[in-house]
């Protein structure tokens, strides 16, 4: 059974970071493309970043580059997101993804497997 596990989410106010961790069970993690989106209130789900399955490839949406870094270990089946000088703006639950594609995708349909969440709040 595959589980993914987000952690590392709360209240932080703006200018702050937070490290999001998500640990993988029950799949290859090597195997697996990862991904995070976020969902803000009345908003669709979306893109933030995703790694290749060794690591050598990151993306970003334009929202969040220079900002937020992705990371795994794949030695401790865990994909981290570093976030910094957050705003208000990055209100949302964060959610972790697994795909087998080899570089991921940007469409949250793509994606085999999620995390259950875990919600960052940014206060101004």
């Known amino acids: 059974q595959v589980q993914l596990v987000e952690s590392g989410g709360g209240l932080v106010q703006a200018g702050g970071s937070l490290r999001l961790s998500c640990a993988a069970s029950?799949?290859?993690?090597?195997?697996?493309?990862m991904a995070w989106f976020r969902q803000a209130p009345g908003k669709e789900r979306e893109f933030v970043a995703r790694i290749s399955r060794a690591g050598h490839s990151t993306d970003y949406s334009d929202s969040v580059k220079g900002q937020f870094t992705i990371s795994r270990d794949n030695a401790k089946n865990t994909v981290y997101l570093q976030m910094n000088s957050l705003n208000p703006e990055d209100t949302a639950v964060y959610y972790c993804?697994?795909?087998?594609?080899?570089?991921?995708?940007?469409?949250?349909?793509?994606?085999?497997?999620w995390g259950q969440g875990t919600q960052v709040t940014v206060s101004s």
């Open positions: 029950g799949l290859i993690f090597s195997a697996y493309a």
């Open positions: 993804a697994a795909t087998q594609r080899p570089w991921g995708d940007h469409a949250p349909d793509r994606y085999a497997y």
